[in-house]
């Protein structure tokens, strides 16, 4: 079972790159992609085989200049088009256009269901059962809705996607990543973070942890145990500033004060 992954601000503020809504998708499921998936959301631009990179390398070290049309044009003398397998999700972007737009996670979820009743897909059946595994609470937080945007971090029980035990799955924020900044959405992650390693709000983490690392029985026990307990205010404690003796809220340099390369990542 592969835990943690952590979808930096970084990546939040990259959903704005993402068709459609594959970036609810790709956050409330923890999915993993390919290069050929990257390719089909936007977050990469070229794909290069292995065996090519040294050769890459190379012609990159001679090229004198920094333009990126000079640059890109050199990438594409390497890259190709990479096969999409069969059981990809971006096969099924018109189902996850239908299922992820909803406002709320039980929707998303009541959605699949209609899904699998219409259509015998594997693909939808996994995803269901993903869902159902993960943390409610977790699950809420990640897709918190409307105004303020969804939000989040996930936790989780089969949802932990990157081997470096990232701790748990922001993959928060994604529609609210879409309208803010980096800056905005690091100090929101820091909020939620904090809050989570506290454990006072709850202790789903800890009890994921377990599950997966400790006792290894894979049969976390969250609490609140279902969607419809976690409450609209529950969720919201998680973007509050915490009330603790000690406690720092996250300050960011000025932009005017970092370097323009600095600033150009922001």
């Known amino acids: 079972m592969k ?23 790709l956050g409330l499921t923890g999915t993993r992609l390919n290069g050929a998936e990257m390719l089909v959301c936007g977050l990469a631009t070229h794909f290069v085989p292995s065996e090519r990179l040294s050769l890459l390398e190379e012609a990159l070290c001679k090229v004198d200049s920094s ?32 299922c992820f737009n909803r406002r709320a996670v039980e929707e998303i979820i009541s959605a699949l269901e209609r899904e699998a009743l219409n259509k015998k897909d594997d693909w939808v059946s996994e ?3 993903s869902l159902k595994r993960a943390s409610p609470t977790s699950l809420k937080i990640s897709l918190r809705s409307v105004g303020t945007g969804p939000s989040g ?15 748990f799955s ?12 980096v800056g905005q959405c690091l ?18 983490f800890f009890e994921g942890f377990r599950a997966i690392l400790l ?3 894979k049969n976390p026990k969250w609490e609140p145990s279902k969607l419809e307990l976690v ?15 000690g406690w720092e809220d996250l300050k960011l340099p000025a932009r005017s004060n970092l370097p323009a390369y600095a600033i150009a990542k922001l």
Not at 153 to 167: F, P, S
Not at 175 to 181: A, D, F, P, T, Y
Not at 187 to 195: K, T
Request: hydrophobic share 30%; aromatic share 8%; with cysteine.
């Open 215 to 217: 006792d290894k029985d």
């Open 187 to 204: 100090v929101r992650e820091y909020r939620i973070a904090s809050h989570v390693m506290q454990g006072k709000l709850s202790r789903d």
């Open 127 to 129: 995803t269901i059962q």
């Open 67 to 98: 333009d990126p049309a000079i640059i890109s044009a050199v990438i594409n003398e390497y890259s190709k088009q990479p096969y999409m397998k069969e059981k990809s999700a971006y096969h099924r972007l018109k189902v996850i256009d239908r």
């Open 3 to 25: 835990i943690g992954s952590f979808l930096t601000a970084s990546q939040k503020s990259k959903q704005q790159t993402h068709k459609d809504d594959d970036g609810e998708y």
């Open 231 to 245: 409450s609209d205010d529950m969720v919201d404690s998680y973007f509050s500033m915490m009330d603790d003796e």
């Open 170 to 181: 922001h993959c928060a924020e994604i529609r609210q990543g879409r309208l803010q900044g």
């Open 153 to 167: 971090i996930r936790m989780c029980y089969g949802h932990w996607r990157t081997v470096e035990l990232n701790i």
